[in-house]
């Protein structure tokens, strides 16, 4: 069974910082290129980040390219975000996904596993 696991969300000021990190219960991780989606309340969710299977090519929504760092380690199953310079509206539930043969404008459907989400929360 296959499970998604994402940790590190919280509360922080707008122009703090936050990692967070999902951790992926795939025996062939490393066969699966993986993202990150946020949802804030009341709108859908969209795409943030993704690193294909290798973590050498990596995509970013122009909202976050720049303060936004997504990488990946194999050997532990994990995927992170480094999300620095937050706004109030990076506000949102982020979730980890995982998939393969994703298309190059990463719709939510390529992806076959999602995790429960992580709930990041900018004060301004």
């Known amino acids: 069974q296959v499970q998604l696991v994402e940790s590190g969300g919280g509360l922080v000021q707008a122009g703090g910082s936050l990692r967070l990190s999902c951790a992926a219960s795939?025996?062939?991780?490393?066969?699966?290129?993986m993202a990150w989606f946020r949802q804030a309340p009341g709108k859908e969710r969209e795409f943030v980040a993704h690193?294909?299977?290798?973590?050498?090519?990596?995509d970013y929504a122009d909202s976050v390219k720049g303060r936004f760092t997504i990488s990946r380690d194999n050997a532990k199953n994990t995927v992170y975000l480094q999300m620095n310079s937050l706004k109030p509206e990076d506000t949102g539930v982020y979730y980890c996904?995982?998939?393969?043969?994703?298309?190059?404008?990463?719709?939510?459907?390529?992806?076959?596993?999602w995790g429960q989400g992580t709930q990041v929360t900018v004060s301004s």
């Open positions: 996904a995982a998939g393969r043969g994703v298309r190059l404008t990463h719709p939510l459907y390529d992806y076959s596993y």
């Open positions: 795939i025996r062939t991780f490393s066969f699966y290129a």
């Open positions: 690193i294909s299977w290798s973590g050498g090519n990596t």
